[in-house]
């Protein structure tokens, strides 16, 4: 390091002293100042481009007042100090980052005078905001016993508020400024809502001062943070967007946005928000993208069933984390098991094992062994166990997930969306060169949780468990609406952690278990084999025999055979049973606290698949969920609806079965395909041009019609095989009602 020392006097006057320059990486400017016993020193440095750390060293050369605000490399960094001794003290200005940018400087210190009693009161205050500051960054290096140093960062931020709150009253800046540093105190230390309550008093001051200054965009920024963190993401998105609709550039607000569309569903934006911010800072001059972008990208990868682009991703600033036996911070966990989750989405246990086990060793010996955090940890770390065939390991594990998670104060739900009170929805997956998820929707009852649907992979049931031990709830029910295996799936894995757990659903899955599974097993045999040598090929193919293969783990212990009233937890619920329809008897929940129904597959989207349904069947059941008072309604694929939307639905799904075909779409002899354009609408998330392929929609109608009679055997799938072209051409259909006509979209391999 080498030093700029300026060795000026400062002169006291009564116009003060101001003077600037420019700074950059690790050089070092002081201004000299000489002070007798109980002088005031008061300024401000301010920033343009630049970070800087300010300190105050007395005449022995220790340091007394260091500060370094939250503002980044725009705005002031506060001196005041009352000097213990006559003397000649320095105001010395470093970059916080050794490798930072030149930026500029304005340094502005008034006359030095006698200090009044308030202004001593004044100056202890902002010596404890500045220690608490000191305290914080120390705990976030993440080093073993940064806990320590949180509650130092806690007692002085603390102090600080209630000294600034009786000496300037409740609405001046500088109670922001200590409700600041104990916002990002609570947050790091898990206390979420404290967190989010401190920022959100702390923006209500600024915007009343100064709104669209930098500073109060930062304010947004961070509660949006916090409102992640207390699962309220759409709060968080209106907090982003509020926030880059002023600015625009602002890392931070665009990558809590990804994550804000990601907690939502919406993961196709949340991925191109975040892939832009990694590409622009991959392509700019400097370090590249930070790890915490680089893992928000893969973690929105793997929600999306990408785990190679994942860890492709990951490997960028895998080399960012310590060499062993140099240990790893706290700082360094949300890597290590964004790797680790990578590495068990493609089979790797062992490297995910170890990568786990780093990452929880870490987190213990920074924060302890109850911090939120660790929810996570332990979750990733007992799935896991279970790849390894450890059950009784894993449900420890979760258990005690859970039970660090029951504090209400530290309740996070990752990617789950509030559908009502008491009712979160976990988007399923329908991607077209992939086997589905179903929506799962989770109702949260006195005696624990009750589960509808559980997925079809264990990423997606592993987000049921997550969801748990976030809310520090056990599953202790499940409700399946139809035995399709991306409803059931997970039930295997919910009843090997949560023994005692309760199935409830219809018993079509007895005769499913001998026509249709027992087809579907056979051919997976024969995809197998097909596929031997390829093990990308074999995994998921291996994953759908298990769970056909699972047996009595997908029968229910409580049958339902008929609609009404039942308690299932200790919540109020009606059930109703619909044969036949999707399948040979099809079960619909509704709560009528909340009027939300969950329809299960009755209503569908982006398309109703016929292949196991008695269309008529179906046609009457949407007509019985008509007569249920509802005004939300979770469908087993797709976002929520609303009434109107379900009747939209409805009546399209009517013009479905009349086969009012375009005329145009018919006229086509289907040995030349030619594709078109034609405009629909199903619901307002879903108004787009849809393509049409007559040979996949000839063959769409030709299973309509195959179904039509109703035949039992249809409904446990036996006469599949009259409709073999699907297996090897793969179609998805949208319907919208136009002119009472059919509109189709077909996608060919």
């Not at 896991?384 to 979760?398: I, K, N, S, W, Y």
């Not at 090929?537 to 298990?546: F, H, N």
Request: proline share 6%.
């Amino acid at each position: 390091m080498f030093m700029i020392l300026s060795a000026l006097l400062l002169a006291a006057s009564a116009a003060g002293t101001a003077s600037e320059g420019r700074l950059s990486g690790s050089a070092t400017r002081q201004e000299r100042i000489v002070l007798r016993a109980g002088d005031l020193l008061s300024g401000a440095v301010e920033q343009d481009g630049i970070d800087l750390v300010v300190r105050v060293k007395g005449p022995g050369g220790a340091t007394l007042l260091e500060v370094d605000s939250p503002n980044g490399i725009q705005g002031p960094e506060p001196v005041l100090l009352v000097a213990p001794v006559a003397g000649t003290y320095f105001v010395e200005l470093q970059p916080l980052d050794p490798a930072a940018r030149e930026g500029a400087y304005r340094l502005r210190l008034e006359a030095p005078r006698p200090a009044t009693p308030r202004d001593r009161d004044l100056a202890r205050a902002r010596g404890l905001w500045a220690t608490a500051w000191q305290e914080r960054t120390l705990g976030l290096a993440g080093a073993p016993g940064a806990r320590a140093h949180y509650d130092k960062a806690r007692a002085a931020g603390e102090s600080a508020l209630a000294g600034w709150r009786g000496l300037m009253g409740p609405r001046d800046p500088m109670v922001a400024d200590a409700l600041d540093v104990l916002g990002y105190v609570y947050d790091e230390i898990g206390e979420y809502v404290r967190g989010r309550d401190a920022f959100a008093d702390a923006l209500a001051i600024r915007e009343a001062a100064e709104p669209g200054a930098p500073r109060t965009l930062g304010t947004r920024s961070d509660l949006g943070y916090l409102y992640l963190a207390t699962g309220e993401p759409a709060k968080a998105q209106e907090m982003f967007e509020s926030v880059l609709a002023t600015d625009k550039t602002r890392a931070a607000a665009r990558q809590g946005l990804a994550r804000a569309l990601q907690d939502q569903g919406d993961l196709a934006r949340a991925r191109e928000i975040a892939s832009a911010l990694v590409a622009e800072h991959r392509a700019a001059a400097g370090p590249g993208p930070s790890t915490s972008e680089v893992v928000r990208l893969a973690e929105i990868d793997l929600a999306l069933g990408r785990p190679q682009d994942a860890r492709a991703e990951l490997r960028e600033v895998a080399g960012r984390l310590p060499v062993p036996p140099a240990p790893f911070t706290n700082g360094h966990a949300s890597l290590l098991e964004a790797l680790a989750d990578a590495d068990l989405a493609l089979g790797d246990v062992d490297s995910a094992s170890r990568r786990i086990a780093a990452a929880r060793a870490a987190r213990e010996a920074a924060m302890g062994e109850d911090h939120p955090a660790l929810a996570r940890t332990l979750a990733i770390e007992a799935r896991v166990r279970m790849a390894q065939g450890d059950d009784a390991g894993a449900a420890r594990l979760f258990a005690r997930a859970a039970s660090i998670q029951a504090r209400p104060n530290a309740r996070a739900t990752g990617d789950a969306i509030a559908v009502a009170p008491g009712i979160d929805l976990l988007r399923g997956r329908f991607v077209l060169t992939e086997q589905p998820d179903g929506n799962t929707t989770i109702l949260r009852a006195p005696q624990g949780l009750v589960v509808v649907d559980t997925g079809r992979h264990a990423a997606h049931t592993e987000r049921i468990v997550d969801f748990a031990a976030a809310m520090g709830q056990p599953v202790v029910a499940v409700v399946n609406t139809h035995w399709h295996v991306d409803h059931v799936g997970g039930d295997v894995m919910l009843r090997r952690l949560f023994p005692g757990l309760r199935v409830y659903a219809s018993t079509a899955i007895e005769g499913a278990r001998t026509g249709f599974l027992a087809n579907y097993r056979k051919y997976l045999e024969g995809a197998v084999a097909k596929a031997a040598g390829d093990p990308e090929k074999e995994r998921p193919l291996r994953a759908e025999l298990a769970l056909i293969d699972a047996g009595a783990a997908l029968v229910p212990d409580q049958p339902v055979t008929k609609a009404g009233p039942v308690t299932i937890a200790g919540r109020k619920l009606e059930l109703g049973v619909q044969p036949p329809a999707v399948t040979a008897a099809d079960v619909w929940v509704y709560d009528p606290a909340t009027r939300v129904i969950l329809s299960g597959d009755l209503v569908t989207l982006p398309t109703p698949l016929f292949d196991t349904a008695c269309p008529a069947g179906w046609k009457a059941a949407l007509d019985g969920l008509a007569s249920v008072p509802f005004e939300k309604l979770v469908p087993g694929h797709g976002p929520v609806l609303t009434r109107d939307q379900f009747e939209t639905y409805r009546r399209a799904f009517g013009n479905l079965l009349a086969f009012e075909i375009d005329v145009e779409l018919m006229r086509h002899d289907g040995r030349n395909p030619e594709w078109f354009g034609h405009t629909g609408k199903t619901h307002e998330r879903f108004e787009l041009r849809r393509a049409v392929h007559l040979p996949a929609a000839l063959v769409f109608i030709r299973q309509v019609r195959l179904l039509a009679d109703c035949r039992a055997e249809h409904q446990s799938g036996v006469g599949a095989g009259e409709v073999d072209e699907f297996s090897d051409e793969p179609i998805h259909f949208l319907i919208a009602e136009q002119d009472r006509r059919l509109v189709l979209r077909g996608f060919l391999r």
